[in-house]
């Protein structure tokens, strides 16, 4: 590779890779939701409640990661990570009873996902990248969730109709742990240590902030109710919306389809949002993703008809990805890169929370009144706070150097460090 490539792009495409694969493996629950209730028989609400159990937990984890990864290497964090989500695959392929779906998916995939989650992968890429292009390398990032739904949710669907969920399961899997892991444990390096940064960049990491001190910025708690927004909506499309398509008489075939065009949508948005907030700071960028969020959902709440389905997903994927960069950029700009990976720890589990609410209610929603359309209103609205909340942030920029961290020389090809 030449050395006037920067190593941290391909770290950046490495963490892609990892982002796809994680997302694919939790988004294959929703295709596979209304099969699992129909042979075994158990509600909704029951299996809702394992990703509920499972986003809560990881929650809980990602609070000391948080702190963990500001003080070790995250490399290895991420790659046992993705080991995990491998063993949940498989582990999930051969599950027949319902603890074992609790155990498997609630228990392991919660330490598997926390591991892999933007906690870790943000805080890598804002200690590779400088301000004026944190916002491109994170987004691109954390896009790797779409393209895992875009590419592994269709797909998912179509090795259902084929050879049922558990050959969805065992086939991705199986693929990950072959094709996957080797490049993962090949590409991944962590960031220059502060010996090898040129004084600026030092001084740019900022000295580290405490919770408290963080709780006395109304920052901090805007940025808490934009990621509740964020996983509460999120929590509907991942898990509820195949089976809502179903229900109101839409082919699920078709919305695995627009789920996975609301993947290639969010790329778009990733990028072009990415970059936006780069040039005009992250608090506008912010608020126009959670209006589209909110947007979207209104759009459902009508939605009778194939093509209005595929707006949704045009709409919710113009939206999907770029709320997590926008908040991490925040987090380190405000509060410095010293302590982005403690505090974002602690800001971004609360997505996690939001997802656990929503998956649930809207499965309870489901069981009680035999659709979701106050669900999917109930989206919309806190959509439309997390909106609002974005937009109420007072930015803070760095004084750090206007590119990227040069490359030392052993960093410039894969096997350097």
């Not at 920067?6 to 963490?15: E, M, R, S, T």
């Not at 084929?162 to 991944?188: C, D, K, Q």
């Not at 609301?262 to 959670?290: N, Q």
Request: hydrophobic share 55%; net charge positive; glycine share 10%.
């Amino acid at each position: 590779m030449s050395k006037k490539v920067f190593y941290g792009w391909v770290v950046v495409g490495a963490l892609m890779a990892v982002s796809a694969l994680a997302a694919g493996s939790r988004f294959t629950f929703a295709v596979a939701l209304k099969p699992l209730t129909e042979e075994f028989g158990w509600e909704r609400s029951s299996l809702a409640a394992v990703v509920s159990l499972s986003l809560l937990l990881t929650t809980l984890v990602q609070v000391p990661l948080g702190w963990l990864i500001d003080r070790f290497s995250p490399r290895w964090f991420i790659t046992a990570g993705f080991v995990l989500a491998i063993a949940v695959l498989l582990g999930m392929s051969v599950a027949d009873q319902l603890w074992q779906v609790y155990l498997i998916y609630g228990l392991l995939g919660a330490l598997a996902f926390a591991l892999v989650s933007p906690v870790i992968s943000t805080a890598m890429v804002n200690h590779w990248f400088a301000r004026r292009q944190r916002g491109l390398a994170l987004s691109l990032t954390t896009s790797g969730v779409a393209i895992g739904q875009l590419a592994i949710t269709p797909l998912a669907s179509y090795l259902l109709t084929w050879g049922g969920w558990r050959v969805s399961y065992r086939a991705l899997g199986l693929f990950m742990l072959a094709a996957v892991l080797p490049l993962v444990l090949l590409l991944l390096r962590d960031a220059p240590s502060e010996g090898r940064l040129a004084p600026r960049e030092v001084q740019a990491q900022g000295s580290r902030v405490s919770l408290w001190q963080a709780m006395g910025d109304s920052t901090f708690w805007k940025l808490l109710m934009g990621v509740f927004a964020c996983g509460f909506t999120m929590s509907f499309a991942s898990v509820h919306f195949v089976a809502h398509a179903d229900d109101i008489g839409l082919d699920q075939h078709l919305a695995a389809d627009a789920l996975g065009l609301s993947g290639l949508f969010s790329i778009l948005g990733a990028i072009v949002i990415g970059r936006w907030s780069d040039r005009i700071g992250r608090r506008i960028p912010l608020g126009v993703t959670y209006s589209l969020r909110a947007l979207s959902f209104l759009v459902l709440a009508v939605t009778r008809s194939d093509w209005m389905m595929f707006l949704f997903g045009v709409i919710l994927g113009l939206s999907w990805t770029s709320t997590t960069p926008l908040s991490a950029a925040i987090t380190a700009e405000t509060w410095g890169r010293r302590s982005s990976g403690f505090l974002f720890g602690i800001i971004f589990p609360v997505m996690h929370l939001g997802s656990a609410v929503g998956a649930y209610l809207a499965g309870l929603n489901h069981d009680i009144m035999h659709n979701y359309s106050l669900a999917i209103l109930v989206n919309a609205g806190i959509a439309g706070l997390g909106a609002l909340a974005s937009f109420a942030i007072r930015e803070r920029r760095e004084t750090t150097p206007t590119r990227g961290l040069r490359p030392t020389p052993e960093l410039t090809s894969p096997g350097g460090r």
